[in-house]
C-alpha cells in the first residue's frame, strides 16, 4: 500500500472510533439518553421535589423536565433539567450555585473543575468560564460565573444528532420584502 493509502486508512479508522465513542455519562445521565431511563434516574435522586415536565405547544414530541436534586454517592445537590426530541434527550443539564455571603463560590468552582477533570481528562477551553469534552456529535460542557463571592456552575451534556431533530418541528419565517 502506498503512504497515502495507508494514511487514509488510519484517518478512516480515527474516524470510525470517535463516531462509537460511547456516551459521556455523567452522574447516571448521558446526552442521547431516553426519556423513561432518565425520568427514573431523576425521580431515584429527587430527596424532596417531584419530577416536572411540560410539552410544547406545538407537538408533544418536544419536552422539558425538571427536578432537584440530591446524588447520595457524594451529597452533591443540583438542579437537573433536560430538553427532549422524540423521547431521547438533546440536552441534559445540572445546575448549582454557591458563595453567597460567604466564600463557598471559588469552591465550587474548583471543586467541580477538578472533578470534572477527573472523569472525562483534559478539557478543551472554549474561552473564558467555559471548558468541553468531546465526544463525536456529543459533549459535555461546564460553564462558570460569578459576582463578588457568589458563583453559578453549569454541566451542560448535549447530543447533537438528537439536536438536529428540531429542525422538523420549525417553520421558516415568512420572507420580508426590503
Known amino acids: 500500500m502506498t503512504r497515502t493509502a ?3 486508512l488510519a484517518l478512516l479508522h480515527t474516524v470510525a472510533l470517535a463516531a462509537q465513542a460511547p456516551a459521556p455519562l455523567y452522574r447516571g445521565f448521558a ?3 431516553g426519556y ?3 425520568a427514573a434516574r431523576a425521580r431515584a435522586l429527587s430527596d424532596r421535589d417531584m419530577l416536572r415536565c411540560n410539552t410544547s405547544t406545538n407537538t408533544a414530541r418536544i419536552m422539558e423536565c425538571g427536578v432537584a436534586m440530591r446524588d447520595p454517592a457524594d451529597s452533591a445537590r443540583f438542579y437537573l433539567s433536560a430538553h ?3 423521547g431521547n434527550a438533546d440536552v441534559v443539564a445540572l445546575y448549582d ?3 453567597f455571603g460567604d466564600n463557598r463560590g471559588a469552591r465550587l468552582v474548583d471543586a ?3 472533578h470534572l477533570t477527573r472523569v472525562y481528562g483534559r478539557p478543551r477551553v472554549v474561552k473564558r468560564g467555559m471548558w468541553e469534552w468531546r465526544y463525536g456529535r456529543q459533549a459535555v460542557r461546564l460553564s462558570w460565573r460569578g459576582r463578588a463571592s ?3 456552575v453549569s454541566i451542560t451534556l448535549t ?3 438528537v439536536m438536529d431533530r428540531i429542525s422538523r418541528f420549525v417553520t421558516p419565517g415568512a420572507r420580508r420584502k426590503s
Open 112 to 114: 467541580t473543575r477538578r
Open 31 to 33: 446526552p442521547g439518553m
Open 6 to 8: 495507508l494514511g487514509l
Open 159 to 161: 447530543d447533537y444528532t
Open 84 to 86: 427532549f426530541i422524540d
Open 36 to 38: 423513561r431511563e432518565f
Open 150 to 152: 457568589a458563583r453559578w
Open 97 to 99: 450555585s454557591a458563595g
